[in-house]
């Protein structure tokens, strides 16, 4: 089979390598299609703290069972799936009470094992979740990138009351908006980012209002436009948000978190206690599958919205190229196996 492999940073090869077989408890995949994240530039570059190598890469794939180990029921082959890249133990804390994604021996497919940018891969059968056939499997590519999204709305609890501050309008920023517009119904979203063509993304993926902050203090102009949002999400992840959002918040307010920097920011307790806020963080998602599942074949929410292009496997340099180089027209990447 062909597999593509970031043999060590900067070095992309399209390899032949042998198909998997499934070990007990496991299925295996022909991967149709899969999309590409920041996280797997990231690998390529070698900007990644936990990535080892050489390491197949891809976390956002879709597929069709062909195999499955001992223990798994032979009558799975042919279901079309979708895959979790949380792969955990299962009794450790965190596992014990619901939290697989910060397993203590979390490994994440395609960053601490192989995932699925290969014509075939292995996986837990119970990451393996059944897509229905109402969703096209260029939608199904999309299911983990909402799963981000859902995890930390999960965690947020937004409700009609809430006026939403979602900074970023990547693809990550766009998956928030959509659950939060087509799933919780929040009263308003406001978006903010230093790219008009993203901001025009955000308008088209239901936000109300947005705000370049390139050259305005965004503190000032919500002042300005007496906005003091109750939920605020932080979808671009530079350490000198949280602050930010700390400062411009309603109290009582939620601010959930997704950002890796291990940079520091400044803050203040008083900032934090005196408006009793509650921070949150999310990282990848909580056994989120059925849920996007739900929202997607109920219509929830339009994953075709956030894909701007496509591929064959065998272009991957140019797609990673693109996604990498292009934010005013490029959102999500697919690559056709
Ligand atoms: P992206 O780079 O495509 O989008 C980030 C957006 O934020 C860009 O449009 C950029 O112009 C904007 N931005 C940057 N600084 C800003 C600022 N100060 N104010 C307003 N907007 C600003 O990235 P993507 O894929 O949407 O991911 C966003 C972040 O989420 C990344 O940092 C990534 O590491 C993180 N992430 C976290 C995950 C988790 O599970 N916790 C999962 C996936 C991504
Ligand atoms: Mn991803
Ligand atoms: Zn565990």
Redesign the pocket.
């Known amino acids: 089979m062909k597999s593509v492999v970031i043999q060590q940073p900067e070095v992309l090869v399209i390899e032949e390598r042998p198909v998997p077989q499934p070990q007990a408890g496991e299925v295996r995949l022909r991967v149709e299609s899969a999309g590409i994240?920041?996280?797997d530039v990231?690998i390529y570059r070698g900007h990644n703290p936990f990535a080892k190598y050489p390491r197949v890469i891809g976390h956002e794939f879709f597929g069709r069972i062909d195999a499955v180990g001992e223990g798994v029921d032979a009558s799975r082959v042919g279901q079309r799936v979708v895959g979790d890249p949380v792969v955990s133990c299962g009794h450790c804390y965190p596992c014990l009470v619901g939290r697989p994604?910060v397993c203590t021996s979390l490994q994440v497919i395609g960053v601490h094992r192989d995932g699925g940018f290969s014509e075939y891969i292995t996986l837990p059968a119970k990451n393996a979740h059944v897509v229905p056939d109402s969703i096209p499997d260029r939608e199904a590519t999309m299911i983990e990138?909402f799963t981000?999204a859902a995890?930390?709305c999960s965690q947020m609890n937004p409700g009609p009351l809430d006026v939403a501050l979602v900074?970023?309008?990547?693809?990550?920023?766009?998956?928030s908006i959509q659950a939060l517009r087509g799933v919780y119904g929040v009263k308003e979203i406001i978006v903010?980012?230093?790219?008009n063509e993203?901001l025009a993304m955000a308008k088209e993926n239901g936000a109300d209002r947005v705000i370049n902050?390139?050259d305005i203090d965004?503190t000032t102009e919500l002042a300005k436009l007496g906005i003091r949002p109750t939920l605020i999400i932080?979808?671009?992840?530079?350490p000198?948000?949280l602050p930010?959002a700390i400062g411009l918040a309603s109290p009582a307010a939620r601010i959930g978190?997704?950002?890796?920097?291990s940079d520091p920011c400044v803050i203040n307790q008083q900032g934090i206690t005196s408006k009793e806020l509650t921070i949150y963080?999310?990282?990848?998602?909580s056994n989120r599958f059925p849920m996007v599942i739900d929202w997607m074949n109920s219509k929830k929410i339009h994953p075709e919205k956030l894909i701007t292009h496509q591929f064959d496997y065998t272009q991957v340099v140019e797609a990673m190229e693109i996604f990498e180089k292009d934010?005013k027209f490029c959102?999500k990447v697919l690559l056709k196996f």
């Not at 932080?234 to 530079?238: L, Y």
């Not at 978190?257 to 920097?261: D, E, K, L, Q, R």
């Open positions: 994240c920041g996280s990231h994604n990138p981000i995890n930390i900074y970023g309008a990547g693809p990550m920023g766009l998956t903010a980012d230093r790219i993203r902050n390139t965004l932080d979808a671009a992840c530079h000198s948000i930010e978190i997704m950002g890796f920097s963080s999310s990282r990848l998602n934010p959102c």
